[in-house]
């Protein structure tokens, strides 16, 4: 079983960049596909972006495709996203999911078996 921890949320001003991080530790990294799920203050969770256990396969939301990218460093069993040119309408908490599969990334959070506690994304001025 894969226990994920995220990191590097914080404040930023708009239109700056943050990255957040999501360490796993348990289970075999290398197996899971993972993604990046964010809630906002009233608002469902929503997809945010996703990758394969290979990383060769990538997937976003229309609302940040072209601002954030995510990546994977299987050997450091760490997920990213790079987060640039971010809006107010980003400030969210950020959650990283996994799930065993040989299939790329899911899109719905009933995809994904564990999940990390949450970093909080406040983009404001």
């Known amino acids: 079983q894969v226990q994920l921890v995220e990191s590097g949320g914080g404040l930023v001003q708009p239109g700056g960049s943050l990255r957040v991080s999501c360490a796993a530790s348990?289970?075999?990294?290398?197996?899971?596909?993972m993604g990046w799920f964010r809630q906002a203050p009233g608002k469902e969770r929503e997809f945010v972006a996703g990758?394969?256990?290979?990383?060769?396969?990538?997937g976003y939301a229309d609302s940040v495709k072209g601002r954030f990218t995510i990546s994977r460093d299987n050997a450091k069993k760490t997920m990213y996203l790079q987060m640039n040119g971010l809006k107010p309408e980003d400030t969210a908490v950020y959650y990283c999911a996994a799930q065993p599969t040989p299939n790329s990334y899911y899109t719905s959070q009933r995809g994904y078996n564990y999940w990390g506690q949450g970093t909080q994304v406040t983009v404001s001025s």
């Open positions: 990758i394969s256990w290979n990383g060769r396969t990538t």
């Open positions: 348990g289970g075999t990294f290398s197996s899971y596909a």
